[in-house]
């Protein structure tokens, strides 16, 4: 097991035992989403790191990276963390609601499960 993987089941245990304070219960399951964005930003990176793919070659190869599909994991890795510093500003704020914690937790899921879901339409290993 990598220390990535403890980290995250750290957190998620961290998230289960915090049930009594609402408030640290969110925060630490937007830590275990981030680190999940981590992981995915890792593999991007890997593949942005290759050498570019020559002109005419198709978006979907595993030994260069098309310019193409690296721009759209870019913009859309920006995206995905910008969900994630909000949704930390939301879940970290005095007075936030349940309600908006929850929404602010599942927004955050959903905008990195979406990322890794372009990882994979894309091919970036």
Not at 18 to 44: C, F, M, Q, W
Not at 54 to 69: A, R
Not at 75 to 100: I, M, R, W
């Amino acid at each position: 097991m990598n220390l990535r993987a403890i980290i995250l089941c750290t957190g998620l245990l961290l998230a289960g035992c915090a049930s009594t304070t609402p408030g640290l219960n969110y925060a630490a399951r937007i830590d275990a989403i981030k680190l999940d964005y981590s992981a995915a930003l890792d593999v991007a990176v890997g593949y942005e790191s290759k050498p570019r793919c020559p002109p005419g070659q198709g978006p979907l190869t595993l030994t260069c990276s098309h310019p193409n599909v690296v721009n759209i994991v870019r913009a859309s890795a920006v995206s995905t963390k910008k969900v994630l510093d909000d949704a930390q500003k939301v879940v970290n704020a005095p007075g936030a609601t349940e309600d908006s914690m929850k929404l602010a937790v599942s927004t955050a899921n959903q905008a990195v499960l979406t990322f890794r879901g372009l990882l994979v339409q894309y091919g970036v290993k």
